[in-house]
């Protein structure tokens, strides 16, 4: 009976020595990826599946090679909650990381929450692929303190300052537009930015610059990212005279703004940066009083910025059931930033991947990557706004569908003439048009 006791217990002994050998070895044939967000908002499911998309793809055709091994991709999920809580993101980033060993980490959506994970991720030395967050800070960390930072990288949206950039000259097209068609001679502006940080740098921004466009600058709001009532801020906008409205929403506020905006029939264009406004559901979200909304964004219908964006826009939309907002750019992290640079690396290493990575120019779904370098030549792993790289796009709401009308033969400069395949002209609301056409 000993013998047959000590006989089984060996068994056992090699049994589970054997199953954990196997489950070491099968977990070395898997890339693990943290997708990171706000998984109960929109932001969050474009994390999402932007990263569902690239892992089936990836893994379709035989997973990453990485040196003479052929790795799936696994995604792990993490609600940040980031929204309501830093130091929920800060958890379930210790836990994607800790806990479930992830190899990289692609999403995260508010800067102030980001700036927290990004510490984590750091600290174990787990390259971050910034799919949300705009603060320029970011990414001037890693050029400040390059041996912590160096693992974090951006992929969309340019940095605040380059989104200020953009949705000034999507300020200036639209106000062409009215003075061409309307025979307003001075554009009046109203500012109005969410009270978040990524936004912070965009008051004063505006407060420089439009009056050196020639326009000006009646007043400045900062409303809730969360109000679900701004009908105070639009009377007072109303009583100003603008002609534009300049938005800077990154959240939920841009859906009863662009309602109610369209409830009193506001003689005033709203152009800027409204997150809700690229999605499909800002139509019903706001029962088609958003019609006319200008906004800054990465993907439309039917407009190419390169050879990959139709069959992802176009294979997101079939998937899912909609165009896919900006924070879905955990697909370009995962397939071009991570998979491709692995399999040039044919490696893991973070150190290695960060030296080819930093390097590299390649392609996205909506653009060309380029990491930037500061004055000093030093790496910023922020990406290169401009034409032949990332430039985004103006979109607006016409009559229930969603088009791109910017860049439409934008000149930056002598020669250069910006066009991408699908673009449509902007139109102006017909309330705006009777107020002001003489």
């Known amino acids: 009976m000993r013998c047959f006791k000590k006989g089984v217990f060996v068994s056992a002994l090699i049994f589970f020595f054997t199953v954990s050998l196997w489950v070491t070895a099968f977990a070395q044939d898997e890339i693990k990826i943290g997708v990171i967000g706000p998984m109960k908002f929109v932001q969050g499911i474009g994390h999402w599946n932007g990263a569902v998309m690239a892992a089936d793809e990836i893994n379709a055709k035989g997973g990453v090679k990485v040196g003479n091994k052929m790795m799936k991709i696994k995604l792990i999920q993490a609600d940040s909650n980031e929204f309501l809580s830093v130091t929920d993101a800060s958890n379930a980033m210790e836990r994607l990381i800790t806990r479930d060993k992830v190899d990289f980490v692609v999403g995260g959506f508010r800067t102030e929450a980001v700036m927290a994970m990004q510490d984590i991720a750091m600290d174990k030395r787990v390259i971050f692929i910034g799919c949300g967050a705009a603060h320029p800070e970011l990414c001037e960390r890693v050029a400040k303190y390059y041996d912590q930072y160096k693992y974090f990288f951006r992929m969309t949206p340019f940095n605040s300052t380059y989104l200020?950039?953009?949705?000034?000259?999507?300020?200036?097209?639209?106000?062409?537009?009215?003075?061409?068609?309307?025979?307003?001679?001075?554009?009046?502006?109203?500012?109005?930015?969410?009270?978040?940080?990524?936004?912070?740098?965009?008051?004063?921004?505006?407060?420089?610059?439009?009056?050196?466009?020639?326009?000006?600058?009646?007043?400045?709001?900062?409303?809730?990212?969360?109000?679900?009532?701004?009908?105070?801020?639009?009377?007072?906008?109303?009583?100003?005279?603008?002609?534009?409205?300049?938005?800077?929403?990154?959240?939920?506020?841009?859906?009863?703004?662009?309602?109610?905006?369209?409830?009193?029939?506001?003689?005033?264009?709203?152009?800027?940066?409204?997150?809700?406004?690229?999605?499909?559901?800002?139509?019903?979200?706001?029962?088609?009083?958003?019609?006319?909304?200008?906004?800054?964004?990465?993907?439309?219908?039917?407009?190419?910025?390169?050879?990959?964006?139709?069959?992802?826009?176009?294979?997101?939309?079939?998937?899912?059931?909609?165009?896919?907002?900006?924070?879905?750019?955990?697909?370009?992290?995962?397939?071009?930033?991570?998979?491709?640079?692995?399999?040039?690396?044919?490696?893991?290493?973070?150190?290695?991947?960060?030296?080819?990575?930093?390097?590299?120019?390649?392609?996205?779904?909506?653009?060309?990557?380029?990491?930037?370098?500061?004055?000093?030549?030093?790496?910023?792993?922020?990406?290169?706004?401009?034409?032949?790289?990332?430039?985004?796009?103006?979109?607006?709401?016409?009559?229930?569908?969603?088009?791109?009308?910017?860049?439409?033969?934008w000149r930056p400069a002598p020669g250069v003439d910006v066009t991408y395949k699908g673009m449509k002209p902007i139109k102006i609301p017909p309330w705006m048009i009777k107020a002001y056409k003489k």
């Open 164 to 409: 200020v950039r953009a949705a000034f000259i999507h300020v200036a097209t639209v106000a062409e537009v009215l003075k061409k068609e309307l025979g307003i001679e001075k554009i009046k502006v109203a500012f109005v930015a969410e009270k978040a940080q990524w936004a912070d740098p965009m008051v004063p921004a505006a407060q420089a610059t439009l009056p050196k466009m020639g326009m000006e600058l009646v007043g400045v709001w900062r409303p809730s990212p969360v109000a679900t009532d701004v009908t105070a801020e639009l009377s007072a906008i109303q009583r100003a005279g603008a002609h534009i409205i300049f938005t800077v929403f990154s959240s939920s506020v841009g859906i009863p703004f662009a309602r109610q905006g369209g409830e009193l029939k506001i003689p005033a264009m709203q152009v800027g940066i409204n997150v809700e406004a690229q999605k499909a559901e800002f139509w019903q979200a706001t029962r088609g009083m958003g019609n006319y909304v200008v906004t800054s964004s990465t993907y439309a219908e039917g407009v190419e910025q390169n050879e990959f964006t139709k069959p992802f826009v176009e294979g997101y939309k079939k998937r899912f059931g909609e165009v896919p907002t900006y924070t879905a750019g955990t697909y370009d992290a995962i397939r071009f930033a991570i998979a491709e640079t692995v399999e040039m690396a044919g490696t893991l290493n973070s150190d290695k991947i960060v030296e080819i990575l930093e390097n590299r120019v390649y392609k996205s779904t909506s653009s060309t990557i380029k990491y930037m370098k500061d004055n000093l030549g030093r790496h910023l792993h922020d990406i290169t706004f401009g034409p032949g790289y990332a430039t985004g796009l103006a979109v607006q709401w016409q009559d229930g569908n969603l088009v791109g009308v910017w860049p439409n033969q």
